[in-house]
């Protein structure tokens, strides 16, 4: 069996400077301007990459709005919650599951808008004696 070929050298990430962070960050602690403790500080509140959890594009996951949606139409009495606390608790949820939903769910169906009020009387007319 043959040896893989070596990688070719990146040719943009200048030659000393550290390759991970500049394929995650653009930049290192040894690029002009930054410091190590600035890097360190990058690396730790990055967001982990979880290679095993699915793309939610390519599954059709719901995202923060249509969790929200179904956060609030989900409750089995008439509560109306707050569209921030809705948007909070989905956002906290697809940090830890991702979510598909049912088309054919009635809380993805269209709404039936209420038909239109009708156009109250001028009291001129309706008190009128007719003279």
């Known amino acids: 069996m043959s040896p893989s070929p070596s990688p070719k050298p990146r040719r943009d990430i200048p030659l000393g400077h550290t390759i991970p962070a500049h394929q995650t960050f653009g930049w290192c602690s ?3 301007g930054h410091s190590p403790a600035e890097e ?3 690396w730790q509140t990055r967001e982990p990459i979880d290679s095993t959890k699915p793309d939610p594009a390519a599954t059709g996951a719901v995202g923060i709005d249509e969790l929200a949606h179904a956060l609030d139409n ?8 707050d569209n921030d606390l809705c948007r909070f ?3 906290r949820l697809l940090e830890m ?3 598909a939903k049912k088309p054919e769910h009635e809380v ?13 009387l001028d ?7 007719g003279a």
């Open 40 to 42: 360190l500080a990058a």
């Open 30 to 32: 040894y690029c002009p």
């Open 89 to 91: 608790m989905a956002a």
């Open 97 to 99: 599951v991702t979510v």
């Open 123 to 129: 009291p001129s007319v309706v008190f009128s004696d």
């Open 74 to 81: 989900s409750t089995p009495y008439p509560i109306e919650l």
């Open 108 to 120: 993805w169906q269209p709404q039936e808008q209420p038909a239109p009020a009708p156009e109250p």
